[in-house]
């Protein structure tokens, strides 16, 4: 793994330090000088799906009536909290409610108090 941790030389073992050469990111070795460009595909981080979701609190929340969770749900754990009851499992799918072109919308079912509720995408 090369996430944050330190970096050998390839030609002579010793340890390479990130540096901005040209607006260019480089591992370069701190004895011989050897330097190795920096691949993106290296440094990000691949975020987790959730993130998508994090700004949810925000947005305008509707009670509806529909108690059925589909078998398309998934639970969520720790991503979406309950308005009732504050749990963090939470049950969420989504389902084209208005016209095709628009975004379908996400329903939310606490798999605690069965408290459902819906959220524009
Ligand atoms: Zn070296
Ligand atoms: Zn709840």
Known sequence: MATGG?????????????????????????????????????????????????????EKTVVIDESEVPRTASLLKGVVRCPKCGSDEVYVWMVQTRAADEPPTRFYKCARCGYTWREYA
């Open 6 to 58: 330190i970096k050998f030389c390839p030609k002579c073992g010793g340890i390479m330090r990130p540096m901005r050469i040209n607006g260019k990111l480089y591992m370069v070795c701190t004895r011989c000088g050897y330097k190795e460009e920096v691949k993106d595909a290296g440094v990000v981080t691949v975020y987790s799906r959730s993130v998508k979701i994090k700004h949810s609190p925000r």
